[in-house]
């Protein structure tokens, strides 16, 4: 028979405009975290990660901001582009070295 | 960052056959990790491939229904067994250990099982 999965939350945003993207995690013991961009029919790709020791981190047209209080972080991209769209995963890493990832946000970019 | 070569990239399996997944790395890796990826869901770990020793499961998945094995540090193979329709989902191996270089992930391998 067919299943039926969950849909993911869907953000979406004019082109040129910047998206952030939110993700809360579980563990308060989790010392590193990784952003990931999945396309269509594609594995994750890294973009960005940050460890526990700092609440901000730059990247190229990417931010990451983590609030370790409440278990939160989030993903900025500025000047956002169509080639953006695609799903967008936050993950921790859990003291057992496994990468655990979170819902995921599916990113639409209006030209 | 390692480059991880998944094959095969999509398969069609009749119901009751098994299917095994290879996954190479194209540098030593200290851990290599199964995923597997539902239709519009995120990631789920099934289990971490230990170099010559048995894989370690996580809750909801045993050995029995996904066998694997980690020859050495490149290599990796995720077996499928006794499919049903369920089993119909992306299969994505991950390699990392080295927290500056991230974990990286193959292309995945989409199973479908009629």
């Known amino acids: 028979g067919e299943s039926v999965g969950l849909h993911l939350p869907t953000l979406s945003v004019q082109e040129g405009d910047n998206s952030i993207i939110n993700c809360a995690y579980s563990n308060s013991a989790s010392d590193y975290f990784i952003w990931y961009k999945q396309e269509s029919g594609k594995g994750p790709q890294f973009i960005i990660d940050?460890?526990?020791?700092?609440d901000k981190r730059q990247g190229q047209r990417v931010t990451v901001l983590l609030n370790k209080t409440v278990k939160h972080l989030s993903l900025q991209i500025a000047a956002t582009q169509p080639g953006d769209s695609a799903v967008y995963f936050c993950a921790e890493l859990n003291q057992g070295g496994k990468l655990i990832f979170g819902q995921g946000t599916e990113l639409s970019v209006k030209p | 960052s390692a480059v991880i070569s998944q094959k095969p990239s999509r398969d069609i399996c009749q119901r009751g056959t098994s299917l095994t997944i290879q996954c190479q790395v194209d540098?030593?890796?200290?851990?290599m990790f199964w995923y597997r990826q539902q239709p519009g869901q995120s990631l789920t770990l099934i289990a971490t491939?230990?170099?010559?020793?048995?894989?370690?499961?996580e809750s909801g998945f045993v050995i029995d229904k996904f066998p694997i094995s980690r020859p050495n540090l490149t290599f990796s193979t995720l077996t499928v067994s006794n499919m049903s329709p369920e089993d119909s989902s992306i299969y994505l191996c991950s390699a990392g250990g080295q927290r500056v270089l991230g974990y990286t992930f193959g292309s995945g391998t989409r199973l479908t099982v009629v």
């Open positions: 491939a230990n170099q010559g020793s048995e894989a370690t499961y």
């Open positions: 940050i460890r526990s020791n700092m």
């Open positions: 540098s030593q890796v200290t851990m």
